[in-house]
């Protein structure tokens, strides 16, 4: 017999996958909506973008994953919108399938925030996708080759000097890799320019790399940088970005940068399912988009309907949201599961969910990472060390990690990448 009720899950990343496989058993149909067909391992697309990784070492496909879960079934749609009260999905396509739903969780994740220049987009790609890493790739890769045919000195200096906006996670992880790029990979491969004089900049608005780890990582974090050839300018504020470069305010001071390349790392938005969920439930969006629950994660005023992951704004447990990071999803699709599991088998709820935070890491290039585990804070290479094992350990399929595993050992051994290929230009997807 199947079963009566439909839980629909819109969104294949870290929530909506561990929610969906958290629901094995339950007595319902499961649908995981998403408009990719794939899950995608997004704390490594920097190195995607960065030549030391292929797309598929870290995506999955959404229907192997969930193949042995007979209650089960993957769509390959995007959701534009939510008829609350008729409880069915709009499609973009506006497909013959039923998308009614008696139970919805919406794990949609975020987008990059551009501050009111969206235009920005298409001059510094962010990193959110397989075609950013793509986008990124080639564009690093095509700056060096242009460097290579330029004579005119200063032209090849503006080719080979790459900006990334925003010290986050993300932006030091990528300009420490364009550092070892720059300094190693490449720097053999070029007959008229010397790759290691490529100039990287990182720039900060604010005064601190890694703004959410403690001060001690933090300069640490910034002396692995300048090890790496890397110029980390704090207090510098973007104001403009064009197809030659970028303005940048410091102070009093007002500069315009030429550049290579743009790279685009300075925070997050919720994605755009957030604003037409707020519009058909009434609620208010914070300035990020995301939706404030309940301390079970559902909306007020519709405990039929979970927000979790990037979305979500989690607010009981700490001052601030919880942090969009790939655990506090994880976590959040597991509660949500059993908080669905109890409600169909008559059972109480359980408590409210708490997150259960086993700290921050990034790493800096080869053999250089920052680890705050809140009762210890390790660098260097026991930091990298963790790094490694935490990330192999994430990966959603053992194939990936076996071949990641390669791929790292590889780089390790040679300091090569294997990647090092420019593609045509991806067409950029909406998020």
């Known amino acids: 017999m199947v079963p009566s009720h439909h839980i629909v899950i819109i ?17 319902a149909r499961v649908t995981l909506v998403d408009r990719r067909n794939f899950h995608l391992f997004q704390p490594l697309l920097y190195q995607v973008a960065t030549g030391a990784l292929s797309p598929a070492n870290i995506a999955v496909p959404l229907r192997g994953l969930l193949h042995r879960q007979q209650n089960t079934s993957v769509v390959m749609a995007e959701v534009v919108d939510i008829d609350v009260k008729q409880r069915r999905l709009v499609l973009r396509e506006g497909g013959q399938l039923d998308l009614q739903y008696d139970t919805l969780i919406v794990a949609s994740g975020s987008k990059f925030n551009y501050f009111g220049h969206d235009q920005w987009s298409e001059l510094a790609p962010g990193l959110k996708t397989v075609e950013d890493a793509l986008t990124i790739r080639r564009r690093v890769l095509s700056a060096f080759e242009k460097a290579e045919l330029e004579t005119d000195p200063r032209e090849q200096r503006a080719c080979m000097t790459f900006i990334v906006v925003g010290a986050g996670p993300t932006g030091v992880e990528m300009a420490g890799a364009l550092g070892e790029v720059a300094h190693h990979t490449l720097r053999r491969d070029f007959r008229n320019v010397r790759p290691a004089d490529a100039t990287i900049l990182l720039l900060e608005a604010q005064d601190c790399v890694l703004g959410q780890f403690p001060p001690d990582l933090q300069h640490k974090a910034e002396k692995s940088l300048e090890r790496l050839g890397v110029t980390v300018r704090l207090g510098a504020t973007v104001t403009q970005i064009s197809p030659q470069g970028v303005t940048v305010k410091t102070g009093d001071r007002t500069e315009t940068i030429a550049a290579g390349a743009v790279l685009w790392t300075a925070g997050v938005k919720a994605s755009a399912l957030g604003a037409a969920l707020a519009q058909a439930t009434g609620l208010v969006t914070d300035r990020l988009g995301r939706l404030a629950v309940e301390p079970d994660l559902s909306l007020p005023g519709h405990p039929e309907i979970f ?11 700490t001052p601030q949201p919880l942090p969009g990071l790939a655990p506090v999803a994880m976590q959040e699709g597991r509660y949500v599961a059993k908080v669905v599991r109890r409600r169909l088998a008559g059972k109480l709820p359980p408590k409210a969910f708490r997150y259960f935070d086993r700290g921050n890491m990034a790493t800096i290039g080869r ?7 809140g009762w210890l804070h390790i660098s260097g290479y026991l930091a990298w060390l963790t790094w490694l094992f ?25 300091r090569g990448r294997a990647a090092r290929l420019i593609t045509q230009e991806p067409p950029r997807i909406e998020t």
């Not at 969104?11 to 007595?27: H, M, N, T, V």
């Not at 927000?307 to 447990?317: C, E, P, R, T, Y």
């Not at 990330?391 to 051994?413: G, M």
């Open 11 to 27: 969104g294949g990343g870290f929530g909506g996958l561990y929610a969906a496989r958290a629901l094995k058993r339950a007595p």
């Open 307 to 317: 927000v979790i992951g990037d979305l979500a704004s989690f607010s009981h447990q």
């Open 390 to 414: 935490i990330h192999l350990l994430y990966l959603v399929q053992f194939q990936n990690r076996v071949l990641v595993l390669i791929q790292w050992a590889y780089s390790y051994l040679t």
């Open 367 to 373: 053999a250089a990472a920052v680890a705050d585990l």
